[in-house]
């Protein structure tokens, strides 16, 4: 998710004491009741419409504009004329909620966070889907008192596996999401070293389950990619000498991990070298179809759109021979259904052309979202359940 927004109209009511929100703290969505005052040097960003945080610097309001061509005479193909295509491998839904309340930690379970429902797996699992991508929070998995290579929080610890567990005994894949945009208690995070052990630690929790899946980091943004290159990797690393030798492991680049972005973040300058001793790494991307590919607008730029933000990408995954996996993905519903619909449809039918993508995951199930969120798949009434599933979607399973 971008910050390209910067929070004004958003704003909920301040406290009367205007406590100050400390560093890469919440500072507005809806529903949010806190202080919109970020702490000094910090100002308040828009991230989506439930999430708005606390970023080092001033404001520079970006507006937003499009840099993609609204074109293309043909019509986009649908899942009928989508000849010659490899179907994904993994293919599901991000299950949010245990990383909610991120300004509150550890934060109480029922109020602060809650973990994904088993019948919200079920209904998935039931159509077919058979991947779950599953965000935490790390400070409350690895308490900052200890630091990211101290203990875990046993009970967090053990409500998350229970999950992940629940998940992978159905025979699906779960995705294990540490979801801090490379930041762990208020500081971007820097050690190589501290960040492998965290995951050999973690990990190591997991290396027995052969359907567990690790995510190395959601959407690492303002560092450089040589950056995030070099704590992906060094996680690969770790991951790899915890024993768990067999298991894919999902990298993600700078600036939002995005796929048109891929080119210009400086991700495929650096990316490109990725070494896996057990050679099973895809490298993850998020792609969102409103005019700045944040993902916080409901107008999707046009029905050709999926396909063309995917194509930079596809082209050098093919040329560095590597794997991709679209992480993050969700469309708009303002414009009418039928193009919208075709935007995903097209972009699905290019990416299962490709040969390259091995799976895609759709932004988000979960329990809390409200019933309104517009890109919302938690049964039995999020909207792309009604709306986009069975056009776009479940043709290609
Ligand atoms: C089908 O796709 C494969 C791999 O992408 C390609 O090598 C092959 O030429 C395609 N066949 C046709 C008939 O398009
Ligand atoms: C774990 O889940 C139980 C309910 O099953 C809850 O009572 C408990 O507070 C949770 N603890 C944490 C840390 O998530
Ligand atoms: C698309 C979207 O809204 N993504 C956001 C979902 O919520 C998390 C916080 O839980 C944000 O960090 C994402 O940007």
């Not at 019948?119 to 929070?137: A, C």
Request: glycine share 8%; proline share 6%.
């Amino acid at each position: 998710m971008k910050n390209l927004l910067t929070l004004a109209t958003l704003a909920v009511a301040v406290s009367p004491a205007v406590a100050q929100v400390p560093v890469f703290g919440q500072c507005g969505g809806e529903d949010y009741t806190g202080s919109t005052v970020c702490a000094a040097g910090s100002t308040c960003v828009f991230e989506n419409p439930f999430f708005s945080q606390c970023i080092p610097g001033t404001a520079t309001a970006t507006t937003t504009t499009s840099t993609v061509a609204t074109t293309t005479s043909t019509a986009p193909p649908t899942s009928s004329s989508c000849a010659n295509r490899t179907k994904f491998k993994f293919f599901g839904v991000n299950e949010s909620g245990a990383e909610f309340g991120s300004a509150t930690i550890p934060g109480t379970w029922g109020i602060d966070f809650i973990f994904p429902a088993p019948s919200s797996i079920d209904y998935f699992v039931g159509q077919g889907f058979n991947f779950f991508r599953v965000p935490f929070q790390m400070e409350r998995m690895v308490p900052p008192a200890g630091g990211m290579t101290g203990p875990f929080s046993e009970a967090y610890l053990a409500n998350y596996t229970a999950i992940i567990n629940y998940i992978t005994s159905k025979g699906a894949f779960a995705a294990i999401d540490p979801h801090n945009f490379m930041i762990y208690n208020g500081a971007e995070i820097s050690s190589t070293s501290d960040f492998q052990t965290f995951w050999t630690n973690l990990a190591g929790q997991f290396k027995s389950n052969p359907n567990v899946i690790f995510d190395v980091m959601n959407e690492p943004n303002t560092i450089p990619a040589s950056t995030a290159f070099a704590l992906n990797q060094a996680a690969v690393n770790g991951i790899r000498a915890s024993g768990a030798t067999t298991q894919l492991i999902l990298v993600e680049g700078t600036a939002w991990t995005g796929a048109w972005t891929w080119v210009s973040s400086g991700n495929s300058a650096v990316f490109g070298a990725i070494k896996d001793p057990n050679n099973n790494v895809a490298i993850e991307m998020h792609q969102y179809l409103d005019s700045d590919g944040s993902g916080t607008s409901d107008v999707c730029v046009s029905s050709t759109i999926g396909a063309e933000r995917l194509a930079d990408a596809t082209a050098w995954l093919q040329a560095n021979n590597l794997k991709g996996f679209l992480g993050e993905r969700s469309v708009q519903e303002a414009m009418q259904i039928a193009s919208v619909s075709a935007a995903v449809s097209g972009a699905m039918c290019a990416m299962q052309q490709s040969g390259v993508w091995i799976g895609a995951s759709w932004w988000a199930a979960g329990p809390w979202w409200p019933s309104n969120y517009f890109t919302l798949i938690e049964p039995p009434n999020g909207i792309i359940i009604q709306e986009m599933l069975p056009q776009a979607l479940l043709p290609y399973l």
